[in-house]
């Protein structure tokens, strides 16, 4: 429990021996559950100046907690190659693609097989810029706190709006849609076929990659499945294409002209052409 008090302050275990007065290798034997039980009155001088506070509960609950971390709950600890502990407050992860190591800069892609990786990856990555630090942090726990909901408020009963919500923190990420008709787009009677036009969809720059985007395109099918319309389809280019692809549309081999129709001002009445005369 001090453990991931002590991450979520991110302090390492000198700092937090500064701030609590308590020697650091006291803390460390408390860390390591060593020494035998250690006097309440450290226990809550630690716990107090890595921000945390104590509360217990009447018998027959489960847990004592400090800021909401159950006690006696198993902690990950990851090991070096020598079998050491890593520092608690650096976050240690295992890397499982080229975005999980920051020393992947030689990487132009992160989709780039292993086998051409021109330098060994290591098995668990950490970052050592706090700032960096606090940034994955709020990532991780924005992205636990997500909420996704269709908006009807204001829109045609053909128009799709799926909002990413935070509590509290208002829209992070939307997209956008319509329906059309297939009979019209055709020309032929479908019995009234309908399909949905994907207009766009953004994410906050700061929460891309969280899989947001994806959750609103799972969120678009299931809603058309729902509406009983058959397909979605939309236009996209670059990166776009790769994720469109990851959720599951398929690439269609058609080169859409981009047309323009101009009607600012005034709409105006051509004359009717005249007829071609017998010597032209």
């Known amino acids: 429990m001090l453990r991931d008090l002590r991450r979520r302050a991110d302090l390492s275990q000198r700092e937090l021996a500064e701030r609590s007065g308590v020697p650091k290798s006291t803390l460390a034997r408390i860390e390591a559950g060593q020494g035998g039980e250690p006097a309440f009155r450290t226990v809550a001088r630690l716990v107090r100046a890595a921000g945390g506070e104590l509360a217990f509960r009447l018998p027959g609950d489960h847990f004592a907690t400090a800021r909401g971390v159950p006690v006696g709950m198993p902690v990950d600890e990851p090991r070096d190659e020598a079998d050491r502990r890593y520092p608690a407050h650096l976050d240690v992860r295992r890397v499982r ?5 920051p020393g992947a800069w ?18 668990l990555t950490y970052d050592l810029d706090r700032a960096r630090r606090d940034k994955r942090r709020w990532r991780q726990e924005t992205r636990a706190r997500v909420t996704f909901r269709r908006a009807c408020e204001d829109l045609p009963a053909t ?11 208002g829209p992070v990420g939307e997209l956008r849609a319509h329906e059309r008709s297939a009979d019209l787009l055709l020309g032929e009677d479908l019995g009234d076929r309908r399909d949905v036009v994907l207009e766009g969809l ?13 959750r609103l395109v799972e969120l678009l099918a299931t809603e058309v499945a729902r509406a009983h319309i058959r397909s979605v389809h939309a236009v996209a280019e670059f990166g776009a294409v790769e994720f469109l692809l990851a959720c599951g549309f398929e690439l269609r081999a058609s080169r859409p002209s981009a047309l323009l129709l101009d009607v600012r001002g005034e709409p105006t009445v051509s004359p009717a052409p005249r007829p071609p005369s017998s010597g032209r």
């Open 106 to 123: 030689w990487a132009h892609s992160y989709t780039l097989p292993q086998r051409s990786w021109p330098l060994r990856v290591p098995e």
């Open 97 to 101: 693609t080229l975005r999980d190591w």
């Open 159 to 169: 128009s799709w709006r799926l909002l990413a919500e935070v509590p509290d923190a």
């Open 202 to 214: 953004v994410v906050a720059p700061d929460l891309r990659f969280l899989g947001i985007g994806r």
